[in-house]
């Protein structure tokens, strides 16, 4: 695990393997510029871990999944007429044809439910897991102060890889519907036309809340894994949660639960393509997800100082 | 590796511990900040002085501008009703269940109510003697034409959406002869100080328990109504905003041009009505008759039987199989209204096989009990409905 000890090495630059034990401690012990070293390891721990994150095979793998369905969608919408398509939905995939920017919509709103998720929770759900089933967990930590700042690193990771997989996802699918289908002025769902440099703008709103959106379920993926040394329980717990959620709100007995679930503010991003922009439910959804970060993310950060790292 | 003495663990999981008492408190922050500023006092009004308020409010149209969100709620415990979830647009979705809208009020000529639903819209534009109807799920827009004489009056066409406004003016039709009036300036609704109008039937054999009405205390435009049934804490139907801005909307809400590609149709106001299955509407438009008054009026109008409409609605159902040679009414309109009407024809057939079978000196027919309204639909031909007992139906039946 040649990174792992590149990784371990800014580690010992700072504190040393064998610090004192206690941030306080710590304080007395090192020079007064270190605040500002740590704050510079600090960012280049997450460098390095966000260029792990990019350089896994598996997450590029995931990542070309997300690009290549709004180019499958493109393709067959392309090839097979619209029409017969039924729904609420229905109109909007076929509007497609008309007009390529829509495919970016129609993409996040095929994916949103369960594929992008999936991907976040792989990333989101192994960064602690992960490292404590490879049992490099503990290098990490051999730095002063080094819980609290190796899981923020690790969630911030997190939140710029689903952010990316957002962006990848509305990227391919504009450059898929710039290629196949004709682009002009975005018919939106309430029936009023915008120019297409707002169109753009529309997509990256819609782009930002979905990212928003998965932001918070990273945050439930970490908590999920400072729970379990094996990545993949963590991983499927995360995936299990956002489809049996999902599940629940088509119960209509349970239609109370509906506003108290992550999953059934995600597919709210079609706010963007209202007119007006529904900023009063997309605020609403924004804050939703910032109430599950703070709950989810607090709980990771208690478990994680509480928990003995064996491996 | 640090230690952490047991203290430590637990000051710890206080964080956590902290944040969801934060978010459910932020949660319930509507209702403990109203409690923390307490009740709203307003300068007291009686009831008349309000309903005049309220009424002229509402004649003169001098109803300010304004935009704000409506909810929907309805739990009319129609036994046999398919649960509907997501489709917005179809009505028999709106009696269960809860569902939101958008209002934006420019004047009594300006107005524009939008259906959001997954990846949909639904919008009602009305400006002048122009209304829209845009339906982004069929790519389809209806223009709607007022009939002569009609213009600037308030159509109609979506029966789902009942404004405050409108449902408070019918209700203050008949109110105070048959009900005790009561007004509390305490109400907070959509964050404004709001009067409510308290409604209760005198008489015990309606089904209503009470009716609320809650009017903003500075422009008396309604903001919220409220039916409860006998028996039950939670309304049986609400509609009211949930939030609220007294401010002119900006008039791109009120100019709809059809975009390119759309499907653009003419309709004309009034020809909805024909397409409820069975026809009773348009049947017995001439013979619909009242018996009774005030809160326990029926009303009475002519019907096919059961099993007729029972047929009806399996056909609307299957709009493509071939009309049958029956001649009873509405035939032809049930066959050919399609798609939209095929949830009609199932609620239809579905409430018709929960209804419970009555007899009595009246003659004989089904009985279908909701917590508001009952229905009896007879042999004979008739359909009685009133927010009733049983028992004032099987009066009125008795009386042909």
Partial sequence: ???????????????????????????????????????????????????????????????????LVPAVIGVVLRTVSAGGAEG???????????????????????LVPLLLPVAVAVVAGDAIAGEASLGTLRYLLAAPAGRTRLLAVKYVNAVVFGLAATAVVAASALVTGFALFPIGPVTLLSGSTIPVAEGMLRVL?????????????????????????????????????????????????????????????????????????????????????????????????????????TS | MPTYTRRGRIVRWGVPIAAVAVVAGAVTAGPVIAAVQGDPVLPERSAGQLLAEAVRAGQSGDVPPMSGTVVETASLGIPGLPEVTGDTGSPAALLAGSHEARVWYGDAGRVRVALPGRMSETNLI???????????????????????GHAGARPT??????????????????????????????????NRPSYQLVLTPKDDRSLVSEIKLALDGETFVPLRFQVYAKGSLEPAFEVGYTSVTFSPPAPENFTFTPPAGAKVEEQTLGADAKRVPGGLTEEGRGEVRTVGSGWTTVVVLPAPDADTLRRQASQAQAPSSAPSSDPSPGQGEAGQAGQGEAGAGQLVAAVLDSAERVQGEWGSGRLLRTKLVTALLTDDGRLLAGAVRPEVLYEAAGRK
């Fill in chain 1, 205 to 309: 709103i819609a782009v930002a809340y979905v990212g928003a959106g998965m932001a918070a379920l990273s945050a439930l993926a970490l908590a999920v894994s400072t729970l379990t040394e094996a990545p993949i329980g963590a991983i499927a717990g995360t995936v299990v949660f956002v489809i049996l959620t999902q599940v629940l709100s088509t119960i209509p007995q349970l239609a109370v639960i509906e506003p108290y679930l992550l999953t059934s503010y995600l597919p709210r991003f079609d706010g963007a393509l209202r007119d007006p922009v529904a900023t009063e439910e997309m605020t609403r959804g924004l804050l939703a997800f910032a109430a599950h970060i703070a709950v989810c993310g607090s709980f990771a950060w208690a478990r994680f100082h509480s928990r003995d790292v």
């Fill in chain 1, 88 to 110: 609420d939905a229905g109109a909007i995939i076929g509007a497609v044809a008309g007009n390529g920017m829509l495919l970016a919509f129609v993409s996040l709103f095929v």
């Fill in chain 2, 126 to 148: 009305v400006n002048g003697d122009q209304a829209w109807l845009w339906e982004s799920a069929g790519n389809r827009a209806t223009r709607i034409k007022l009939p002569e």
């Fill in chain 1, 1 to 67: 695990m040649s990174t792992v000890e590149a990784r371990a090495g800014a580690e010992i630059v700072t504190g040393g393997p064998g610090g004192p034990a206690g941030p306080g401690a710590a304080r007395a012990a090192v020079p007064r510029d270190a605040g500002r070293r740590v704050r510079g390891n600090t960012w280049r721990l997450l460098g390095s871990e966000v260029g792990l994150t990019f350089r896994r095979p598996r997450n590029l793998v995931m990542l070309a999944v997300l690009a």
């Fill in chain 2, 157 to 190: 066409p979506l029966p789902s959406v009942v404004t405050p406004q409108e449902a408070a003016t019918r209700m203050l039709a008949g109110a105070e002869e048959h009900s005790a009036v009561s007004v509390t300036n305490t109400e907070r609704v959509a």
